[in-house]
């Protein structure tokens, strides 16, 4: 990851947040891994999609997502993946994976210093938090305790975010251990 994506590194872990919430949760969580065992391959990106393939358990699935940015991030009404596996669901396992791989090895890279001061601000006393939290996850090292330290922090004005990321975070954590 490059410093001059640092910036708007946060924002997009927002965004999937925002994301993880129109998937079904055990979806989320296993893309989520395929995600951390690095299973992309071949990912592509033109301008308003992204083709890859994602190495499933069964068979390599190929998926392509469709999005329209706005000051550098995709707006979330208009992203659409789809994928060559049978799964039913709008958003599959491997949606998630490619998902996670665009926004945070693709985006993050590219990014412009777009942002206004208000967002930097909020960033500082919103998402700086949540970003903590989603290293703790990337590096799959911290300690469960270290991460309860964080709610009870007031500079977090939103708490009830938080508790929702925090949550989705540990569970995410507990199911890596699982499998390791
Ligand atoms: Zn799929």
């Known amino acids: 990851m490059t410093k001059k994506g640092r910036k708007s590194e946060t924002k997009l872990q927002q965004w999937l947040n925002h994301f993880s919430e129109r ?29 890859c393939q994602i ?19 995709p707006l979330l009404n208009d992203y659409e993946v789809v ?18 791989y665009f ?6 890279a590219e990014q412009n210093d777009t942002e206004d001061r208000v967002l930097r601000e909020r ?11 989603q290293q703790k996850v990337a590096s799959q090292t911290s300690s469960i305790l ?6 009870g922090s007031r500079n977090i004005q939103n708490k009830d975010y938080i508790e929702t990321v925090h949550t989705r975070v540990v569970s995410v954590m507990d199911e890596l251990k699982k499998r390791q």
């Open 146 to 151: 270290e991460l309860h330290s964080f709610r």
């Open 103 to 108: 926004i945070l090895n693709e985006l993050t």
């Open 123 to 133: 960033s500082a006393q919103i998402e700086e938090p949540l970003k903590k939290l």
């Open 55 to 73: 190495e499933g358990l069964q068979d390599t699935y190929e998926v392509r997502g469709y999005y329209r940015l706005e000051n550098g991030i």
């Open 23 to 51: 998937v079904d949760y055990s979806r989320f969580q296993r893309g989520m891994s395929l995600y951390n065992d690095h299973h992309v391959h071949g990912f592509q990106v033109f301008p308003n999609h992204f083709e």
């Open 83 to 100: 994928c060559s596996c049978p799964d039913e669901k709008p958003i599959c396992k491997h949606g998630v994976c490619a998902t996670m």
